[in-house]
T-cell receptor, first 115, second 113 residues
């Protein structure tokens, strides 16, 4: 069964450093998403991406965040200058279509720890 | 925007018992309600979903119910097994507005053998 893969599974970084989280969505999917989950809290939407541009983004997704599809398979989330409060599990997801009621397929997540 | 509340945060049952997880949502425009199961070390996986034009949907031991008037929906698992132990998330989204699913906080289900 096709799956979304994320690397690394764990990332430890110092406050102020840049991190790049990587995702390989399911190959025939066209829509990509990043979510995050701070320990004990809700799974929060960050951004959705289609056709090489952002479709929607939440208030969390401020100027320190950016997304990119650098090639035909990878989808990345960059955090420019990490803060302690960025520590969370980051999930990548993809879907075939977009428009409400679309099934999202999630990766296993990257646990980001900012020290 | 949409707000989804999920209860309980932890649910402990004996093998063979039933488990019920409840969610409420705030946006009356929401019309799609998926449930995800997250096992240890894995990402959330869709297990069942329901759309607003139906009140109940069943898939083997799993069922979801939806009450649009009250804006709540529930996941029912019957004859629970240890492999049902996981974190379960409900979500809501609207095809007419923001398509992005809003998730609940999650319920940690523990099934004791």
């Amino acid at each position: 069964e096709p799956e979304v893969t994320q690397t690394p599974s764990h990332q430890v970084t110092q406050m102020g450093q840049e991190v790049i989280l990587r995702c390989v969505p399911i190959s025939n999917h066209l829509y990509f998403y990043w979510y995050r989950q701070i320990l004990g809290q809700k799974v929060e939407f960050l951004v959705s991406f289609y056709n090489n541009e952002i479709s929607e983004k939440s208030e969390i997704f401020d100027d320190q965040f950016s997304v990119e599809r650098p090639d035909g398979s990878n989808f990345t989330l960059k955090i420019r200058s990490t803060k302690l409060e960025d520590s969370a599990m980051y999930f990548c997801a993809s879907s075939e279509a977009y428009g409400g009621g679309e099934k999202l397929f999630f990766g296993s997540g990257t646990q980001l720890s900012v020290l | 925007g949409e707000n989804v509340e999920q209860h309980p945060s932890t649910l402990s049952v004996q093998e063979g018992d039933s488990a019920v997880i409840k969610c409420t949502y705030s946006d009356s425009a929401s019309n799609y309600f998926p449930w995800y199961k997250q096992e240890l070390g894995k990402g959330p996986q869709l297990i069942i979903d329901i759309r607003s034009n139906v009140g109940e949907k069943k898939d083997q031991r799993i069922a979801v119910t939806l009450n649009k008037t009250a804006k709540h929906f529930s996941l029912h698992i019957t004859e629970t097994q240890p492999e049902d132990s996981a974190v379960y998330f409900c979500a809501a989204s609207a095809s007419g507005g923001s398509y992005i699913p809003t998730f609940g906080r999650g319920t940690s289900l523990i099934v004791h053998p």
